[in-house]
């Protein structure tokens, strides 16, 4: 089992450009998470999806988009990338997510946009 | 809201002594309560977990207690080591599906 896998692991855009981020899960979890990492200011929630065909905006979702592609598979999108958008972007999932199951990450994307 | 606050932000011990990391959540249903440790430049990965039905749970030299009716849960990790140097966070299920996170600790053990 590869667990949760992230592409790509580093990522350098221009201010205005648009890029996907892609998380897989071979755990055949039904929930799946995305956050970004800044310092100092912990793990926040931008988007998730507690089952397949449903999304939920998290604590920070201004400025992205995500698609649960099947159960897989869980994107997040920059349509318009800003400076303010530089930060470290985990993906996680869970077996469900209103159970006391284990959230297991992958080993996120580090984006700078310039 | 659903919040959680972890004290304190940074942790500075001598290596063989104790380390406590205090968290307090603000959801009464909240019933899952992990705890994540983070070396630099890698992923969260967790650690020890309790759930409400219970109120301490050991294993080696961590352990973590909660207490349900004051909303808070600590991290102990005892005989500090080196590689015990991290940040950990803690965290609290909520109804809503998801896992709220406390702010962090960095962790630093000093040889």
């Known amino acids: 089992n590869a667990g949760v896998t992230q592409t790509p692991k580093f990522q350098v855009l221009k201010t205005g450009q648009s890029m996907t981020l892609q998380c897989a899960q071979d755990m055949n979890h039904n929930s799946m998470y995305w956050y970004r990492q800044d310092p100092g200011m912990g793990l926040r929630l931008i988007y998730y999806s507690a089952s397949e065909g449903t999304t939920d905006k998290g604590e920070v979702p201004n400025g992205y988009n995500v698609s649960r592609l099947n159960k897989r598979e869980f994107s997040l999108r920059l349509e318009s990338a800003a400076p303010s958008q530089t930060s470290v972007y985990f993906c996680?999932?869970?077996?469900?997510?209103?159970?006391?199951?284990?959230?297991?990450f992958g080993p996120g994307t580090r984006l700078t946009v310039l | 809201g659903e919040n959680v606050e972890q004290h304190p932000s940074t942790l500075s011990v001598q290596e063989g002594d104790s380390a406590v990391i205090k968290c307090t959540y603000s959801?009464?249903?909240?019933?899952?309560f992990p705890w994540y440790k983070q070396e630099l430049g890698k992923r969260p990965q967790l650690i020890i977990d309790?759930?409400?039905?219970?109120g301490e749970k050991k294993d080696q030299r961590i352990a973590v207690t909660l207490n349900k009716t004051a909303k808070h849960f600590s991290l102990h990790i005892t005989e500090t080591q080196p590689e015990d140097s991290a940040v950990y966070f803690c965290?609290?299920?909520?109804?809503?599906?998801?896992?709220?996170f406390g702010q962090g600790t960095t962790l630093q053990v000093k040889p």
């Open positions: 959801d009464s249903a909240s019933n899952y």
């Open positions: 309790i759930r409400s039905n219970v």
């Open positions: 996680a999932s869970r077996r469900t997510g209103t159970s006391a199951d284990t959230q297991y």
């Open positions: 965290a609290a299920h909520s109804n809503t599906g998801k896992l709220i």
